[in-house]
């Protein structure tokens, strides 16, 4: 007998790692809706990562290993940020600066519409995400790696990867939590679902 | 007058791509523009981007390679050099804004001193093209006069967006790192010499 105490949670909860998810008004189709916009999501992010990787064998020159990754930081960072967020999952993050002058960030996300065309694509999102949190991971390894082994003349390159993809992360991940909860509450109410489950499940004979 | 306040709900949202591109493509002209006739204007401040000061470093950064690029010694470290000192220097110049109690977000602030690289960066470009010329005391003349008043438009233009921010008996210390920073990079420009 499945428990409805799914239900019971406020609707309002979207779960960042869940599998299935608990909102079923919510029709999710696992076709890419926004092909171009995938694409480039994840061409700019692995091609800057290509490029530092193999630039000895791409161009004896380190300014224009330097001055291609850069570009393509640039241009990865303006189009997740711009972008293939809005198209792929309906979030999207910036700065408001208001009249008195302080500073505003704002994290919008999409509400669940009624509309086809606006739902998000499960494979979209897959898509999204995976790039999203891969490759700053990546970045931070390689900072590591540059640190160490004392190639101090890309840390610049590479911090400046970890700090704009890092930003992106953080950016949608804010997003999809939303303004009421906070990271924190988000957690702790996931691991107490989960903690639930389990001790329930122990409970009844299946 | 009004701040350009982009609508909370799904317009920005549902924009096109072409829109979005084309917005921001303006905003940076709109700030090149502001750069090279500087009047105070709180609006321009509010919708500061990064993209501006990130081409006018990269393009310096490029300009001041000693050597030609297919030598074995790539100007790598000269070229790493540049950007550190412009990041680093603008970062240092608004934690000390922010410290003396300036009211300024700290990416306004980044906006505004990248975007003030520009006259530094035409005058790169002249030195550079005076620089084909034969070498003397002319050429440097020449250079020296450029660089000097690129320097002072360049202070000209951000000392206009950044000393409103400061309480009146704070702005000569908040202006003097802003004052370093600019002459330190015309420095590296004056000196600039091709092999």
Not at chain 1, 30 to 58: N, Q, T
Not at chain 2, 96 to 117: A, D, E, R, T
Request: charged residues 20%.
């Amino acid at each position: 007998m499945p428990s409805k105490q799914d239900s019971n949670d406020d609707t309002e909860d979207v779960a960042l790692f869940d599998a299935e998810e608990e909102t079923t008004n919510r029709p999710k189709k696992s076709k890419i809706r926004h092909p171009v916009a995938s694409f480039f999501h994840l061409f700019f992010r692995v091609s800057a990562i290509i490029v530092y990787l193999l630039c000895e064998l791409f161009s004896s020159s380190f300014i224009a290993c330097m001055v291609t990754i850069i570009l393509l930081l640039s241009c990865d960072f303006w189009a997740v940020k711009n972008v293939t967020g809005r198209l792929m999952v309906g979030l999207r993050w910036w700065n408001h600066i208001d009249e008195d002058g302080k500073s505003h960030w704002v994290f919008e996300s999409r509400k669940a519409s009624s509309q086809e065309s606006k739902t998000v694509s499960e494979a979209e999102s897959r898509i999204f995400w995976l790039g999203l949190i891969a490759c700053p991971v990546l970045w931070v390894v390689f900072a590591f790696s540059a640190l160490f082994s004392f190639r101090v003349k890309w840390l610049a390159v590479v911090i400046m990867g970890v700090v704009l993809q890092g930003a992106n992360l953080y950016g949608y991940i804010r997003c999809k939590v939303g303004s009421r909860k906070n990271l924190t509450s988000m957690a702790t109410s996931y691991l107490g679902k989960q903690f639930l489950r389990q001790t329930t499940g122990d409970d009844q004979p299946s | 007058m009004r701040s350009r306040v982009r609508e909370f709900d799904s317009s920005t949202l549902n924009e096109s791509v072409q829109n979005t591109i084309m917005r921001d493509l303006k905003a940076v002209g709109k700030k090149f523009m502001h750069v090279l006739y500087p009047r105070k204007s709180n609006t321009l401040l509010r919708d500061w981007d990064l993209w501006g000061p990130l081409i006018l470093c990269v393009t310096l950064a490029l300009m001041l390679q000693r050597g030609s690029v297919d030598s074995e010694k790539d100007g790598g470290p000269q070229f790493a050099e540049v950007f550190v000192i412009v990041w680093f220097g603008a970062v240092t110049i608004t934690l000390n804004s922010k410290l003396l109690g300036g009211n300024i977000s700290f990416f306004q602030s980044l906006c505004v001193l990248g975007y003030c690289i520009l006259p530094l960066t035409v005058a790169m470009l002249v030195c550079r093209l005076v620089l084909l010329a034969e070498l003397g005391p002319i050429n440097f003349m020449v250079r020296f006069f450029v660089v000097i008043v690129m320097f002072a438009w360049s202070i000209v233009a951000s000392t206009a967006f950044l000393a409103d921010s400061q309480p009146p008996n704070r702005k000569a210390l908040a202006v003097y790192p802003v004052f370093l920073f600019y002459f330190v990079i015309s420095w590296m420009i004056l000196t600039f010499t091709p092999q």
